[in-house]
């Protein structure tokens, strides 16, 4: 059993910054990829960004330039930086992984980007 616990979302207004971090109860080296995912209201989950255990990146459209993905494997923890946001970033926040066939979710965090 996995569990992936997010924190670092809130209310910020657009052009802000945020930074989440999504801490995992096991040794993130044995996940070969973790990401994030968001969910606005009314939309389908969608896939913000990932990364492997060997630092390979990846970002959905929307974000890049603005988010960056990083993992800190000394503490078990990914984070995506948040830069310049819009209020269409507005969604709750998932972080997801894998291991042994079973696909792991966060509780999520809130990010609300609004004025």
């Known amino acids: 059993q996995v569990q992936l616990v997010e924190s670092g979302g809130g209310l910020v207004q657009p052009g802000g910054s945020l930074r989440l971090s999504c801490a995992a109860s096991r040794n993130i080296l044995r996940f070969y990829v973790m990401g994030w995912y968001r969910q606005a209201p009314g939309k389908q989950r969608e896939l913000v960004a990932t990364i492997t255990s060997i630092f390979s990146t990846n970002y959905a459209d929307s974000v890049k330039g603005r988010f960056t993905i990083s993992r800190d494997n000394a503490k078990n923890t990914v984070y995506l930086q948040m830069d310049s946001l819009k209020p269409e970033d507005t969604a709750v926040y998932y972080c997801?992984?894998?291991?042994?066939?079973?696909?792991?979710w966060g509780q999520g965090t809130q990010v609300t980007v609004s004025s």
């Open positions: 997801n992984s894998g291991l042994d066939g079973v696909t792991y």
